[in-house]
């Protein structure tokens, strides 16, 4: 008797509460099905009076509440070594001491560049004088990109055909940057450029059918500082004959930026293919130790005239190097035992 009283306000509390959510709470949970139990009111006997059949049970009979998610027993620790309880597996659970740690990769040591000496080509151009007549088309040919005039190619007329130079081009060089090493250049066929302007021709014209194709460079460790050769006058303009480079010697002024170029112990390279006479010489140069780097000229069936154009050249000394002046280093620092600074 005491048991029915029991079901029987049980089940008159859970009708009022769904009276007042206005939840269905009949499909929600189906009282009749279950006979509740005094201690567990989940763990009664499935009914099988109703015509909707339910999910089949699980956890060994108990019933579990649709959509709920299967819960997961965490073991209790057991007991052993007297008080020490085993490490569970659980997400809150603390790492050992002692665990071992995964390494993360460390960055590779950081390898400073190697130091360089580059030689520095102003860009401040001078001509020299010139020789001839500027009485054809107009071109500037300069060695770019920090390089310098280490030779000279050309268009020519052979004998008994005008005994002539047809046209001028640099060839440039281009030095190394390892400061313990000589000044010492690379041929750089890539490096010369001819600007355009409403003065200027630009790139120069191939050559004629009746011309040759010839070259004279300078010997390793040499640059051109000039040029000499025989020329003819025929009004109004010039022949251009032949051509002779001036290949002069580079150094280091010690304890200084400065890079000079010594006319004084120049070498005079000339070709055989243009050993022609002509009833003027001609001599133009570079000074106050610079160096050629280009050539300005006109031209048109043959050479009229031309001039080299020159620019001076630095070298700054790197740390550790003596020096007399900021300017004389890379970094600009010339420190108080006259040692260049490192560069920060």
């Not at 000496?117 to 001509?127: A, K, N």
């Not at 004998?159 to 010492?184: K, M, N, Q, S, Y």
């Not at 112990?265 to 009833?279: E, K, N, P, Q, R």
């Amino acid at each position: 008797m005491a048991r029915t009283f029991r079901n029987d306000r049980w089940r008159a509390h859970l009708a009022v509460a769904c009276a007042l959510s206005s939840c269905a709470c009949q499909s929600a949970l189906d009282l009749e099905r279950f006979d509740f139990g005094d201690v567990d009111a989940g763990a009664g006997t499935r009914q099988t009076g109703s015509g909707v059949a339910p999910a089949p049970p699980s956890n060994d009979g108990r019933a579990t509440r649709p959509g709920a998610p299967d819960s997961v027993a965490t073991p209790l620790p057991s007991p052993q070594d007297g008080d020490r309880s085993e490490a569970t597996t659980d997400a809150g659970s603390q790492l050992l001491i002692g665990t071992p740690q995964t390494q993360l990769p460390t960055q590779p040591p950081t390898v400073a560049p190697p130091l360089t000496r580059p030689v520095l080509v102003s860009e401040v151009l001078l001509d020299s004088g010139y020789v001839g007549a500027q009485a054809g088309s107009e071109r500037r040919g300069i060695c770019g990109g920090g390089t310098v005039m280490v030779g000279v190619s050309f268009y020519y007329y052979g004998a008994g055909v005008g005994d002539r130079l047809g046209f001028l081009a640099p060839i440039c060089g281009r030095f190394g940057e390892d400061p313990a090493a000589p000044l010492e250049w690379s041929r750089d066929d890539a490096a010369d450029f001819w600007p355009l302007s409403d003065v200027l021709s630009g790139d120069p014209q191939p050559p004629f059918v009746n011309q040759s194709l010839g070259e004279l460079v300078c010997p390793a460790g040499l640059v051109v500082a000039g040029a000499l050769g025989n020329m003819d006058p025929l009004a109004p303009t010039y022949i251009i004959r032949d051509i002779t480079l001036e290949c002069a010697p580079v150094y280091d002024v010690a304890a200084s930026s400065q890079v000079i170029v010594d006319r004084g112990g120049a070498t005079l390279i000339a070709s055989s293919a243009l050993s022609f006479s002509g009833v003027e010489q001609y001599a133009i140069g570079c000074d106050n130790g610079d160096v050629a780097v280009g050539l300005f000229e006109s031209s048109g069936t043959w050479l009229d005239g031309f001039a080299v154009s020159c620019t001076s050249l630095r070298r700054p000394r790197v740390a550790g190097d003596a020096c007399g002046a900021g300017d004389a280093c890379q970094s600009g620092v010339c420190d108080s035992s006259s040692s260049c600074a490192a560069t920060l």
